[in-house]
Every structure is written in structure tokens, then in C-alpha cells.
């Protein structure tokens, strides 16, 4: 079913939930066919509430659709035992929250290292280190993430995800918080994943980031509406304006 360079593919992917008991249910996804390939730099966009989160967790493993498929690396994410897509997620798979989800209680360090230490992989403070300082986080090590700016913790929210050597890394909006040269710095570090063959899923409101990336994609009401290969900022913009116009 896949070919050698697809690396995420999903079928039909439906999300409905219940919002109030007797209430009809809401379809917040409805029914996304997706392809992705190794290597690719993907940006999906689209009004607050049109279903990107949601997506990204179907897509990711976090969330079970309420119906379709997702292959991950040839692997049907919610058909494999708990423990199998615990271990997929922990090898190949990154994800950066839109809320960070760092652990309060734990030191910054700490918490970019969780992953290595969870997956019983070796921990190489050097690498931690550089990679702070490529993403030009100057906070100390030994705080607790309460007491960071938002943008400081995204970025240790971004470090964490990219100590890991993940094949496929998901983004929710990773440079919400911070400022345009901060908001480079991140982009070039994910870029340079992808020149190395990583794929790169990532939500955005950044028309001008997403213009840099390989494709497109344009979510409303949970579906696809566009979608644009080496997409242009004029276009985008366009995109989403005509968009915001309609509803
Ligand atoms: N667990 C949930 N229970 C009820 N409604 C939910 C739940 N999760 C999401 N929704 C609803 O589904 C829709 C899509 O939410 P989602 O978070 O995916 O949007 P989004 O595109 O990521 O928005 P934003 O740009 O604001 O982050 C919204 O209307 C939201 O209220
Ligand atoms: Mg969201």
C-alpha cells in the first residue's frame, strides 16, 4: 500500500464528538486523506477551531479517530497493541504541543532529556547544550519551566522534541510565542531535519514560514479545502482571507 518514501499515509480520517448529552454529535474532522512522504515539509492551515490539533493528534497516535486509518512507516497506529504504538511514538514519532506540556516539577534540562531517558537512550549533555544555544535559549538549565516566559518554554518544548532521533516530527504551532528572529532559528532547525530526510507536519498561523515550506494544506470545518505545492505568501493569504471573508 505504501510506497518506499511515504512515510504517513491517512484514510478517511472521521473525529465526532458529543458536546452535550441528546445534542446531535459535531464532526470536527470529516474524513482527511492525507499522503506524506520522508523528507517532506508539510504546514497546515486554517481558521482557530477548524480541526488542526485534532489532526495532528489522529495523525500522531494521540487521539483514535472515530473512523479511517493512519500508517505510520507501514504500521496501522490503531491497530497495534498499546505497547507497540507506545513504542513507535517513543522511536520515530516527535511531537510538539501547542501548550507545551512540560513537566512542572522538573528542571528545564530534565525535561528536554525525558524522552531520551524514557526511551533508555544515552543522554548527551553536549548535544543538549548545542542545540539550546542553536535555538538561542539562554535561561538556565537548572529552572523549573514555571518560572520561563512562554517563549523560553516553547523552546525547551521544541529541544525536547528534536534531542529525539524521530523520523516524523509533528508541530502545533511551534513558534506561537516567539519573537520573528527566535521564530527563524526554529524554523532553520527544523528545516535542516527535513534536508536530512526527517518529515515535518506543522500547524501554523505563519503564512510567511509556511510559504517556505514543501506544501500547503488549507483546514476548514475540518476538511481540506486547499491545498498548495511550494506555496507562494500571496496566495496563502489569499487562502485565508477569502476564507475568513466566508464565514
Ligand atoms: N475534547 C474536545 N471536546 C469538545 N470539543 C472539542 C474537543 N477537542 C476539540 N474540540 C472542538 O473541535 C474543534 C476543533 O478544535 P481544534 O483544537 O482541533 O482546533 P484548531 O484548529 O487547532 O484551533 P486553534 O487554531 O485555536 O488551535 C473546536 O470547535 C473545538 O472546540
Ligand atoms: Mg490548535
Known amino acids: 500500500m505504501m510506497n518506499n518514501s511515504e512515510i504517513l499515509t491517512a484514510n478517511k480520517i472521521v473525529k465526532t464528538i458529543i458536546r452535550q448529552a441528546n445534542a446531535p454529535e459535531i464532526k470536527i474532522l470529516q474524513g482527511i486523506n492525507l499522503t506524506v512522504h520522508q523528507g517532506e515539509f508539510l504546514s497546515i492551515l486554517g481558521p482557530s477551531g477548524s480541526g488542526k490539533t485534532t489532526l495532528l493528534r489522529c495523525l500522531s497516535g494521540l487521539m483514535q479517530p472515530t473512523s479511517g486509518q493512519v500508517h505510520i512507516l507501514n504500521q496501522n497506529l490503531y491497530q497495534l497493541s498499546d505497547r507497540k504504538l507506545a513504542q513507535l511514538r517513543r522511536k520515530e514519532i516527535s511531537y510538539i504541543f501547542q501548550s507545551y506540556n512540560l513537566l512542572p516539577a522538573l528542571p528545564v534540562y530534565d525535561n528536554i532529556v525525558l524522552p531520551l531517558r524514557l526511551g533508555k537512550q544515552k543522554v548527551q549533555p553536549q548535544k543538549v547544550s548545542n542545540l539550546l544555544e542553536e535555538l538561542n535559549f539562554t535561561a538556565d538549565l537548572k529552572q523549573f519551566p514555571g518560572r520561563l516566559s512562554g517563549g523560553e518554554q516553547q523552546k525547551v518544548a521544541i529541544a525536547r522534541a528534536l534531542m529525539m532521533d524521530a523520523q516524523i516530527i509533528f508541530a502545533d504551532e511551534p513558534t506561537g510565542a516567539l519573537?520573528?528572529?527566535s521564530r527563524q532559528l526554529i524554523f532553520d532547525q527544523l528545516k535542516k531535519l527535513v534536508d536530512r530526510g526527517v518529515c515535518v507536519i506543522m500547524v501554523t498561523h505563519d503564512i510567511e514560514l509556511a510559504?517556505?515550506?514543501?506544501?500547503?494544506?488549507?483546514?476548514?470545518?475540518?476538511?481540506?479545502?486547499?491545498?498548495?505545492?511550494?506555496?507562494?505568501?500571496?496566495?496563502?493569504?489569499?487562502?485565508?482571507?477569502?476564507?475568513?471573508?466566508?464565514?
Open 211 to 247: 510559504s517556505k515550506t514543501d506544501r500547503a494544506l488549507i483546514l476548514q470545518d475540518g476538511q481540506i479545502i486547499q491545498e498548495f505545492m511550494q506555496p507562494t505568501e500571496a496566495e496563502l493569504l489569499q487562502a485565508m482571507t477569502s476564507k475568513e471573508g466566508a464565514s
Open 179 to 181: 519573537d520573528s528572529i
